[in-house]
């Protein structure tokens, strides 16, 4: 049995243990209270903390990490750092924390991108440092990090907006520079190449530096203001050469705070323009005028620039386009934002897009390519394109930069030219058929005319008859049109009431048309106009016809006369003189035209008529006969609302003038007539008409055969009727030797023209007289009757 003492030793032991518990259970108790105030400190914080074992394995973290991480608290314990990250981002934190494991010494790390349950990828902010155990060896790793996800996001961002406005000042004609307070704190290429200096050399330069010493005081005052309107100075490259520059600033937001951005454009060449401008005035004003204008147009390709711009990115989507953009074409930068190319015309998309994607590929430049574009509005303008690609701060191509020029008022005239070109050339062809047809008709008219002088009017013969000279007399009156298309007309113009003529051939044409309400208004005080009636009739009723086909359902006819000065800007695309103008429109509320039938609306033989119902020359001879006047014809029209014919006269400066009725009757007379024609038919016709009107007659098939005949007998010879077109000697050459044979000799001008420039030339030397084929025997017989009457 254990004695006394040691039953005493061993209570005491009990007690010691149970003494030493006690105190072992109240540090414990405090270290839990610790452990929890600790734990909630931690948990209260946004940056995470946490704390992983050496072969990073988490062991220890606070809520904040579940949060960045986006797992739980029991699914993020013992996660390891290779499970959240990226390989090669792994591969790099192992390198890391073997450093800080190897050294002792904590490390930064700005850049950890974690991969959240999510998917989504984040960036984190690091401080790690080394744990060690009780007995001071490595036992892991702690640390401390924050999200910093969007930080990263606006440095990339800005980086990018720094490279592409980089791209921008690269792309512009001029040197750039951003300044605060005058140091340069950023600049292009070209400011380098200007100055002379490297760009590393003027960043951080005094701005003044780069002006003439008298300049400098003049720069010193722009830089303080907030002036942004264009000024002059001269320059200082580093070279000491004096260059003249004009210069314009603007004020930009810029890294946070607010700059100055100038552009710099060497104008030296426009300076020497000033100098030669200034040595003769006069014969170089319009000269320096141009250079102005050429420099203006070529401005900044930022919002300054008179050219649409739009910044395409590599997707084809729209990021930028400019003020000139949006007045050019409607379109807002709100409205195109990250949207394909809805300014380009349907037909053309897939030929845009596969122009832009070559560009992006191969990366040439662009100049001059014609195209059009589609306005808001609907409407299509020409346009020259320019275009080039730029490229991300990596060097990758990122877009295009493209510049529309709106070229719709150039097109415009050149169309113009180019209408005027065809009809000149086609004007030819139709007067030489006109001319041979015309004499066609002589022999069908003037044997009709013998025909139906021995017959009975009033018999079924002559009826039929009659209407076969009604039909030939259309005929020449088509022939007609066609030499007034021709231009071969030369007008015989009187000062005429331009009211009383478009007054009568309306209410005559209403008269036929009783579908149709014509309003008239004319002005009162409307000049005369020097024009061939008959002529300007026949304009009337081409446009009033052609009003008619518009409105087959019947409608409403406006006709409207006033006076107008026109300057030089709106003859000059219809090779028209500046100076008054009597104007006739003419509107209907027809159909309307689009735009293709507007631009070949005056083409001879176009009709938009069915087979058999129209010639197509209606229109083509108004627009001669009004172009062979001195005027011009314009056209506007709308699909489904009408269309407007504006007629523009010069105006005379003589009184209006009445036309006298011509007589009908028929003139016998007597004499000998020398008929003078290479025609076979016009001689064997033209000869029974002069015997029946009782005249003796003389033949000859040439000029020379003529003036053979008036040198045997010129007593017997009363007067010549002369053919002016022939062959080996014209009838001009023959009127000549005529005359010198036989001064005195009366001579009618006969042609299958009308009286153009070279009849004309013939009757300012002296020819007595004019008739055109076709004609009849009742006006031959005046005109013989006139000119062997008329006084010597």
């Known amino acids: 049995m254990p004695s006394q003492d040691s039953n005493a030793s061993l209570t005491r032991k009990i007690k010691d243990l149970e003494e030493e518990n006690r105190r072992l259970e109240s540090q414990l108790y405090h270290y839990q209270q610790n452990e929890e105030r600790f734990q909630r ?8 903390y946490f704390e992983v074992n050496l ?114 000042q690269e792309a512009t004609f001029g040197g750039i520079c951003i300044h605060d307070q005058g140091r340069i704190i950023d600049c292009n290429k070209e400011l380098a190449r200007m100055t002379g200096y490297s760009q590393d050399e003027l960043i951080g330069m005094d701005g003044r530096k780069l002006a003439a010493p008298e300049w400098r005081e003049t720069l010193q005052k722009k830089i303080v203001s907030t002036d942004e309107n264009q000024y002059d100075l001269v320059g200082l490259a580093q070279d000491g050469l004096r260059i003249p520059l004009e210069i314009r600033s603007k004020t930009i937001p810029y890294h946070g705070k607010t700059v100055r951005v100038a552009e710099f454009r060497d104008i030296s060449d426009r300076k020497k323009y000033e100098e030669a401008l200034r040595k003769s005035r006069v014969r170089y004003r319009e000269l320096y005028k141009e250079a102005h204008q050429a420099e203006e147009l070529y401005q900044s390709l930022l919002d300054s620039s008179p050219d649409a711009i739009v910044l395409l990115d590599a997707e084809q989507s729209v990021q930028y386009i400019n003020s000139a953009f949006t007045q050019l074409f409607g379109w807002t930068q709100d409205s195109l934002k990250n949207k394909a190319t809805p300014y380009i015309p349907h037909p053309q998309k897939n030929w845009f897009k596969e122009f832009i994607h070559e560009l992006l590929e191969e990366g040439a430049p662009v100049r001059g390519l014609e195209s059009q574009i589609l306005t808001r509005h609907g409407r299509f303008l020409d346009v020259s394109i320019s275009a080039a690609r730029y490229l991300d701060y990596k060097g990758y191509p990122a877009g295009a930069l493209i510049i529309f020029r709106d070229i719709t008022e150039a ?104 579908e149709l309400t014509i309003h008239e208004d004319f002005a009162g005080d409307l000049w005369a106009a020097e024009v061939n009636p008959r002529q300007v009739d026949q304009v009337l009723l081409n446009i009033f016809v052609n009003a008619a086909h518009a409105m087959p359902d ?26 008054n103008y009597v104007k006739i429109s003419i509107t209907d509320t027809g159909v309307g035209m689009d735009p293709v039938i507007q631009r070949r609306v005056f083409e001879p033989f176009f009709t938009t008529k069915e087979r058999g119902r129209g010639t197509g020359l209606g229109l083509a001879s108004a627009y001669s006969i009004i172009k062979n006047h001195g005027g011009f014809i314009t056209i506007y029209s709308v699909k489904g609302k009408g269309s407007t014919f504006n007629i523009y006269l010069p105006a005379s400066v003589r009184e209006s003038e009445a036309k006298a009725a011509a007589s009908q009757e028929l003139v016998s007379g007597a004499g000998t007539i020398l008929l003078v024609d290479d025609e076979e038919m016009i001689i064997e016709v033209g000869e029974e008409m002069l015997r029946t009107l009782g005249y003796d007659v003389l033949i000859a098939r040439r000029g020379s055969e003529a003036v053979e005949i008036l040198e045997n007998d010129p007593k017997s010879v009363h ?46 030397r002296g020819c007595n007289g004019f008739i055109q084929k076709p004609f009849n025997l009742v006006e031959l017989s005046q005109k013989l009757y006139n000119i062997i009457n008329e006084a010597n």
């Open 554 to 579: 019947g409608g409403d006819l406006y006709v409207k006369t006033l006076n107008e000065v026109l300057s030089s800007d709106r003859t000059q695309p219809y090779d028209a003189e500046p100076g």
């Open 41 to 48: 400190l931690l948990n209260s914080t946004e940056e995470g």
């Open 55 to 168: 072969p990073g394995d988490l062991m220890f973290f606070n809520d904040a990490v579940c949060e960045i991480f986006g797992y739980s608290r029991e699914e993020l314990k013992g996660k390891n750092n290779r499970e959240y990250t990226a390989p090669e981002t792994a591969g790099r934190m192992y390198q890391i924390f073997n450093q800080v494991f190897q050294t002792g010494k904590p490390a930064e790390i700005t850049d950890y991108e974690i991969i959240r349950k999510n998917g989504e990828h984040r960036f984190l902010e690091l401080s790690t440092y080394l744990i060690y155990d009780e007995n001071g060896r490595a036992a892991g790793f702690g640390g401390v990090g924050r999200d910093v996800t969007e930080r990263k996001k606006n440095e990339i961002s800005l980086r990018e907006s720094d490279e592409r406005f980089r791209r921008l």
């Open 411 to 514: 097109k415009r005239y050149q169309w113009h030219m180019y209408q005027a070109q065809k009809m000149e050339s086609i004007g030819t062809m139709a007067g030489g058929i006109a001319h041979d047809f015309n004499n066609l008709l002589m022999g069908i008219q003037g044997r009709l005319s013998l025909i139906m002088m021995q017959m009975n009017s009033g018999g079924k013969t002559y009826g039929h008859l009659k209407d076969i000279e009604d039909y030939s007399v259309r005929a020449a009156e088509l022939t007609q049109q066609l030499l007034e298309f021709s231009r071969a007309e030369n007008v015989e113009a009187t000062p005429t009431d331009i009211n009383e003529l478009v007054h009568t051939q309306a209410q005559l044409f209403g008269r036929t048309r009783k």
């Open 719 to 764: 007067m010549v009727i002369l053919d002016l077109i022939m062959p080996e000697m014209n009838g001009s050459e023959t009127f000549d030797r005529l005359r010198s044979v036989k001064p005195d000799v009366k001579v009618l001008l006969s042609s299958g023209y009308s009286l153009n420039g070279q009849a004309d030339e013939v009757m300012q």
